[in-house]
């Protein structure tokens, strides 16, 4: 309180020597006095010296009032700095004349915030996943199923699934990935894969091993006629073959693809034989089973005059020059199969046939076991009296699997 008294009480007289001391000179334009910090700053007139702002602390923010400047004579001499008290923050010592500077600038505000980060809009559905196509029936298994009974006939092809049509794009985000095209049907045909045959190899690691002992049974999923080759669901793969020896003996052997069979089609002369069967492309170790199955039946002609029988195939009686699949080991002497001969005739219902290991003979005295190193089956008919019989006869094979 006595501070602004004792402004109030200066001012006046400093404002009567202002006016004494004009003359003639020009009138000195009139300047905003410099603003106190918190305080309004007295601005100082054009001779006097502008008065130094108190040091009492302004309240933030307000400007000074700008002083009135005075009439201007001669310019002010840059006026003796106020030693009233110590100079005011903020308010820089008026030099006589000089604008006052306003009172502390304002800050802007608090300066606003950015507003929440828009989300970038919710990730696009990725659109309905297109549903596949419906898988293709197999067509109807025959009713081939038990053993001895005739062979069903063949399912339909089963048609392909129709292509799944792609989901719609999704909207706002990212554009939703289109649905998976449907997976085609299973084709009604030749459905399993297998490996291409190439060296057989019958080692421990090498041996292919059948976790049912299951062969062949010619179904639609198994044959390839396009291919002419059986692949069963175990990736065992191979061909067909015939052969027969001592004309006019001859043989064929095809899968009827009605009856899903295989079909040898036999014709032995005097002293001669005929044959057919499966050769397999990898080879198998079936020493976890100890016989081998399948069904047989005669559709035309017969056997009297002949005797038929079952050989195994084995990779120390197949020539070293033999190929599709190579591997074999025999240079010389081949082809002595182990065999179970003698075998009763078939009649046009099918018999299922069953023979162990052990009936097998052992021509070439073998000491690898036959088991572990099979690479094909076949079935033969030979001449019997002695050498004088012959015969014709159409026999169809199925079902066959190691037990």
């Known amino acids: 309180m006595s501070v602004r008294f004792v402004l109030l009480a200066w001012l ?24 106190g910090v918190g305080s309004t700053g007295a601005g100082g007139s054009g001779d006097s010296s502008g008065g130094g702002g108190t040091s009492t602390t302004g309240t933030g923010g307000i400007a000074g009032a700008a002083g009135r400047g005075g009439s201007s004579g001669t310019a002010g001499g840059g006026g003796k700095i106020a030693t009233g008290g110590a100079t005011g923050t903020g308010g820089a010592t008026g030099t006589g004349g000089t604008t006052g500077t306003g009172g502390t600038t304002s800050t802007g505000g608090t300066t606003g915030t950015g507003g929440t980060t828009g989300t970038g809009g919710a990730t696009g ?20 199923g038990k053993m001895g009974g005739t062979g069903g006939t063949t399912g339909a092809a089963g048609s392909g699934g129709a292509t799944g049509t792609g989901g719609s794009a999704g909207v706002s985000g990212v554009a ?28 421990t690691a090498g041996a292919l091993k059948l976790p049912d002992g299951h062969v062949a049974d010619f179904s639609p999923p ?16 191979g061909p067909l073959f015939a052969y027969s020896g001592a004309s006019p003996s001859a043989a064929t052997a095809t899968v009827d ?17 005929a044959g057919g069967g499966l050769t397999f492309e990898s080879c198998v170790n079936a020493s976890s089973f100890t016989s081998v199955q399948f069904t047989a039946a005669i559709t035309a002609g017969s056997l009297t005059g002949c005797t038929w029988q079952v050989a195994l195939q084995t990779q120390d009686q197949r020539p070293t ?32 046939y069953r023979e162990a290991y ?27 009296s002695s050498g004088a019989g012959t015969c014709t006869v159409e026999l169809r094979i199925d079902n066959i699997i190691f037990r």
Do not use: H
């Open 176 to 203: 939703g990935m289109g649905g998976s095209a449907g997976a085609g049907g299973k084709a009604g045909a030749s459905g399993n894969v297998c490996p291409l045959g190439g060296m057989l190899d019958c080692s």
């Open 125 to 144: 559905t990725g659109g309905t996943t297109g549903t596949g196509g419906a898988t293709g029936t197999g067509g109807s298994a025959g009713a081939a």
């Open 321 to 352: 020059t033999d190929t599709n699949p190579g591997g074999g080991t025999c240079a010389s002497n081949c082809y002595r199969y182990p065999a179970v001969a003698g075998l009763t005739f078939p009649t046009a219902t099918a018999s299922t």
């Open 222 to 237: 198994e044959w390839n006629s396009s291919t002419a080759a059986w692949c069963d669901a175990d990736g065992l793969r």
């Open 12 to 35: 006046p007289a400093l404002t009567v020597g202002a006016c004494a001391n004009r003359g003639m000179q020009a009138p000195v334009t009139e300047e905003t006095g410099a603003g």
């Open 358 to 384: 052990t009936l097998f003979t052992n021509p070439a005295s073998s000491t690898i076991s036959t088991p572990t190193q099979v690479t094909g089956i076949q079935w033969q008919v030979n001449s019997g």
């Open 257 to 273: 693809t009605t009856a899903q069979n295989l079909k040898l089609n036999l014709t032995v002369g005097a002293t001669g034989y």
